[in-house]
């Protein structure tokens, strides 16, 4: 079974500032997806970035990027110039590599993100 | 369109009543999910829809009745609930071959169950 852990409950970054999330997973599986959430209080889960485990390259999205490790299993997110926007809570998830593609994603518990002006 | 339009937004119900969640999407995802989430926790898997048929059902009660009648929109039928299955109900969608993608989420309901 694969386990996600965020050890980071909650977080704070100055407005500008630069923020990096972590998040740790346990698999067995060698083809596999990573995926970073966002739910702010609207409540909708909100893709941030995703990143595929067979490509070495780290996945960017504008300010987000990720550093991924796949030998240590990491997954961190990295938010440069944070903007009171991006207060929320986020969630690092984990899916299979799999045809059909039955998506059985799991997350980790969240961190608590707060962006202070 | 891509969005995943969930309805009720909120929704309070008593443990006798029988209530259905509606859920709808038009980007012709042929995988479509139901989660429940706890406040401060993070979203747990109840359901999965493949081709409208039922792929993965995890443990969930049987008072937690999930119906695909089509394509483009999912339902979870309540009824019997207990205070313990107050929480955010999300609902999610996917295009069932194209590997590793994400999941697209409503905005979810909140069930307050008295």
């Known amino acids: 079974a694969q386990t996600v852990t965020q050890s980071q409950p909650e977080m704070s970054v100055q407005e500008a500032e630069t923020v990096t999330l972590s998040c740790t997973y346990d698999t067995s599986e060698n083809n596999y997806y990573l995926f970073w959430y966002k739910q702010p209080p609207s409540r909708q889960m909100i893709l941030v970035i995703r990143q595929e485990a067979y490509k070495q390259q780290n996945a960017t999205e504008n300010r987000f990027s990720v550093n991924f490790q796949k030998a240590a299993k990491s997954f961190s997110l990295k938010i440069s110039d944070s903007q009171l926007g991006d207060t929320a809570m986020y969630f690092c998830a984990f899916m299979k590599h799999g045809i059909p593609n039955n998506n059985d994603m799991r997350f980790g518990a969240g961190t608590r993100l707060t962006v202070k002006p | 369109d891509t969005e995943v339009t969930q309805t009720p937004k909120h929704l309070v119900m008593g443990m006798t009543n029988k209530k259905s969640l509606k859920c709808e999407q038009h980007?012709?995802?042929?995988?479509m999910y139901w989660y429940k989430q706890k406040a401060k926790k993070p979203p747990e898997l109840m359901f999965v829809y493949s081709y409208e048929k039922l792929s993965i059902n995890e443990s969930v009660p049987s008072r937690f009745s999930p119906e695909c009648p089509n394509s483009s929109l999912l339902n979870l039928h309540l009824h019997a609930l207990q205070p313990e299955d107050s929480a955010l109900y999300l609902c999610?969608?996917?295009?069932?071959?194209?590997?590793?993608?994400?999941?697209?989420f409503g905005q979810g309901t909140r069930l307050t169950v008295v």
């Open positions: 999610a969608s996917s295009p069932i071959l194209k590997v590793g993608t994400e999941a697209f």
């Open positions: 980007m012709g995802h042929r995988a």
